[in-house]
């Protein structure tokens, strides 16, 4: 099977920072999508999960468009659900 990858990125530049987790439930899927207010999750943390996010993100850093605030990427790689 074709390894799954997933991205952490934190999202600045607005009223409430975060950091999104990011991960492919299939090969090729939509990005299943989590938020945080700490990472790394160290104990028990709440999680928001928001809509589904398009593939670009686990290769882009940088603006986002209508002043949505700027995302980094702090982590990646491959994962297995």
Same mark, same amino acid.
């Given at each position: 099977?074709?390894?799954?990858? @997933?991205?952490?990125?934190h999202h600045? $530049?607005?009223?409430?920072?975060? @950091?999104?987790?990011?991960?492919e439930t299939h090969? $090729?899927?939509m990005l299943a999508t989590w938020r945080s207010a700490e990472w790394p999750i160290e104990s028990r943390t709440p999680v928001t999960r928001l809509r589904d996010h %398009? %593939?670009?993100y686990l290769d882009y850093e940088g603006d986002l468009s209508d002043n949505r605030g700027s995302v980094q990427r702090l982590a990646e790689g491959?994962?297995?659900i």
């Open positions: 099977m074709e390894a799954l990858r @997933y991205v952490i990125l600045s $530049g607005i009223a409430e920072p975060h @950091y999104d987790l990011l991960f090969p $090729g899927s %398009r %593939r670009l491959a994962c297995q």
